[in-house]
């Protein structure tokens, strides 16, 4: 083996190691099982959206289909033999609202979950923050040697009396 192949195989061991060490880090871990759950959410909001949402719409507008409601600029110019001479231009107004519609929803739930974690933080640190307090009102109990001690004084001073 060459010294040049050495250091080629050198290099991918180091590469490979490098690489374990960064995908063994629970941060990369964190991250993925947070792409994963992210993924799973951006599911459940597409469909409150597509299933739940956009039917209500359509309900109070009239249409079957709140995806369709479109603008169109141009129609679509087609032969006698079915051929499409000219592509029609329409604007997809549904579908636009319904993406707007998905990310507010996904907006308001993060949302939702920062306030709550934020709310739980407080709530944590103002706790510490009274135990705190609590330990340094309150004197510290004397142990006993310092209770024997003064015991032994008191009992000097009246012996002296």
């Given at each position: 083996m060459?010294?040049e192949?050495?250091?080629?195989?050198?290099k991918?061991?180091?590469?490979?190691?490098e690489?374990?060490a960064f995908?063994?880090?629970?941060?990369v871990?964190?991250?993925?099982?947070?792409v994963?759950?992210?993924t799973a959410?951006g599911k459940?909001?597409?469909s409150?959206v597509?299933?739940?949402?956009m039917?209500?719409i359509?309900?109070?507008i009239?249409?079957?289909?709140?995806?369709?409601l479109?603008?169109t600029?141009r129609p679509?110019?087609?032969?006698e033999?079915?051929?499409?001479i000219?592509?029609?231009?329409?604007?997809?107004?549904?579908t636009?609202?319904?993406?707007?519609?998905?990310?507010?929803?996904?907006?308001?739930?993060?949302?939702?979950v920062i306030?709550?974690?934020?709310?739980a933080?407080?709530?944590m640190?103002?706790?510490?923050?009274?135990?705190?307090e609590?330990?340094?009102?309150?004197p510290?109990?004397p142990?006993?040697?310092?209770?024997l001690l003064?015991e032994?004084?008191?009992l000097l001073k009246?012996q002296?009396k």
């Amino acid at each position: 083996m060459s010294n040049e192949s050495k250091s080629v195989t050198k290099k991918a061991r180091g590469l490979i190691g490098e690489f374990k060490a960064f995908i063994s880090r629970g941060n990369v871990i964190d991250m993925a099982v947070g792409v994963i759950i992210a993924t799973a959410f951006g599911k459940i909001t597409t469909s409150l959206v597509n299933d739940v949402v956009m039917p209500a719409i359509s309900y109070f507008i009239g249409s079957a289909d709140a995806t369709s409601l479109n603008i169109t600029l141009r129609p679509e110019v087609v032969d006698e033999a079915g051929n499409i001479i000219t592509e029609g231009i329409t604007l997809g107004i549904g579908t636009f609202i319904g993406t707007i519609i998905d990310f507010l929803l996904v907006a308001l739930v993060v949302f939702l979950v920062i306030k709550a974690m934020n709310s739980a933080k407080d709530k944590m640190e103002a706790a510490l923050h009274k135990e705190k307090e609590a330990a340094e009102e309150a004197p510290p109990e004397p142990s006993q040697e310092e209770v024997l001690l003064t015991e032994i004084r008191d009992l000097l001073k009246e012996q002296k009396k």
